[in-house]
């Protein structure tokens, strides 16, 4: 069974900054496109970021909500992916999510939640004064 695992989470006040990184023991990250999600309280689940595969040349892409303040990146050498979290906002609170899939953009739409194939457990970021 394949495992994907989050870590990085945590309390942050506003303005501040998070890293989360993602990783798996049983796939290679660079062999697959890799999307972080958040699902806030009551709401569903939202795509923030994600990295395509390595030589796919499709790149990354972000959410309107993030873009300018959020930075996903690949490290081969530690089979992790990365999402720099900068001026945090509570709107920024929810659990975030990692997962693999095919790809980040075909088809002239984005990848959503049912078209990745694994999932982590998520890690909690709670933006607060």
């Known amino acids: 069974q394949v495992q994907i695992v989050e870590s990085g989470g945590g309390l942050v006040q506003p303005g501040g900054s998070l890293r989360l990184s993602c990783t798996s023991p049983?796939?290679?990250?660079?062999?697959?496109?890799i999307k972080w999600f958040r699902q806030a309280p009551g709401a569903d689940r939202e795509g923030v970021s994600c990295?395509?595969?390595?030589?796919?040349?499709?790149?990354?892409y972000y959410a309107d909500s993030v873009k300018g303040r959020f930075a996903i990146s690949r490290d081969s050498a530690k089979n992790t992916v990365s999402l720099q979290m900068n001026s945090l906002k509570p709107e920024d609170t929810a659990v975030y999510y990692c997962?693999?899939?095919?790809?980040?953009?075909?088809?002239?739409?984005?990848?959503?939640?049912?078209?990745?194939?694994?999932w982590g457990k998520g890690t909690l970021v709670n933006i607060s004064s």
């Open positions: 049983q796939i290679t990250f660079d062999y697959y496109a």
């Open positions: 990295v395509s595969s390595s030589g796919s040349g499709e790149g990354t």
């Open positions: 997962a693999s899939g095919r790809w980040c953009y075909q088809h002239g739409r984005r990848a959503d939640k049912n078209d990745m194939d694994y």
